[in-house]
Antibody, heavy 122, light 107 residues
Framework: QLQLQESGPGLVKPSETLSLTCSVS??????????WGWIRQPPGKGLEWIGN???????DYNPSLKSRVTISVDTSRKQFSLNLSSVTAADTAVYYC??????????????WGQGTMVTVSS | DIQMTQSPSSLSASVGDRVTITCRAS??????LNWYQQKPGKAPKVLIY???SLQSGVPSRFSGSGSGTDFTLTISSLQPEDFATYYC?????????FGQGTKLEIK
């Protein structure tokens, strides 16, 4: 059973860089049938897609965050990572990693991590 | 990017009711529309993919319809465990977007 687990600091200071890693276990990581994504949810608010990465390293980013976001992949460790620079209080959120599966008409975030809360505060 | 607009933002209903949630895309997305359910403190779970296909393991009281720009999620007979927040999401473009969510509450 494929599982995803987010890890990283729960507290980040304003203007610094938020760094999270998602570790994938129990299944395949390198396939053209899916990519790996980051989604966040500020407290009491909705879901915001941050970006996706393929095992090849190809990325897609949310245009509103693109200038501050870098997503990278380490296939040998079955991990992918999120860096979000110059954070402010508005970046406080639960950050989820998820698998974005694509096969024919199926194209959805079908497996999610449990999420990790990141607070931006001095 | 494609904007997704859900209505209503919140909805009160009773066990056994039939409820419908609407999602509209700012441009055509064919049938690349997914629905998710999220309960408090939990990650979202996909219910419907490709506008109308039921994800494995999801009860048949959930159904989806639509294509192009207008989509609906219907729960035929609400159960206590269905009170949650529902999101639509387009996968037509590689830049994914979610609707703002619909909170389904007990009347």
């Amino acid at each position: 059973q494929l599982q995803l687990q987010e890890s990283g600091p729960g507290l980040v200071k304003p203007s610094e860089t938020l760094s999270l890693t998602c570790s994938v276990s129990g299944g395949s990581f390198s396939s053209s049938s899916y990519c790996w994504g980051w989604i966040r949810q500020p407290p009491g608010k909705g879901l915001e897609w941050i970006g996706n990465i393929y095992y090849t390293g190809s990325t897609d980013y949310n245009p509103s965050l693109k200038s501050r976001v870098t997503i990278s992949v380490d296939t040998s460790r079955k991990q992918f990572s999120l860096n979000l620079s110059s954070v402010t209080a508005a970046d406080t959120a639960v950050y989820y990693c998820a698998r974005d599966s694509s096969s024919g008409w199926y194209d959805a975030f079908d497996i999610w991590g449990q999420g990790t809360m990141v607070t931006v505060s001095s | 990017d494609i904007q997704m607009t859900q209505s209503p933002s919140s909805l009160s209903a009773s066990v056994g009711d039939r409820v419908t949630i609407t999602c509209r895309a700012s441009q055509t997305i064919s049938r690349y529309l997914n629905w998710y359910q999220q309960k408090p403190g939990k990650a979202p779970k996909v219910l419907i993919y490709s506008a109308s296909s039921l994800q494995s393991g999801v009860p048949s009281r959930f159904s989806g319809s639509g294509s192009g720009t207008d989509f609906t999620l219907t729960i035929s007979s609400l159960q206590p465990e269905d009170f949650a927040t529902y999101y639509c999401q387009q996968s037509y473009r590689t830049a994914r977007t979610f609707g703002q969510g619909t909170k389904l509450e007990i009347k």
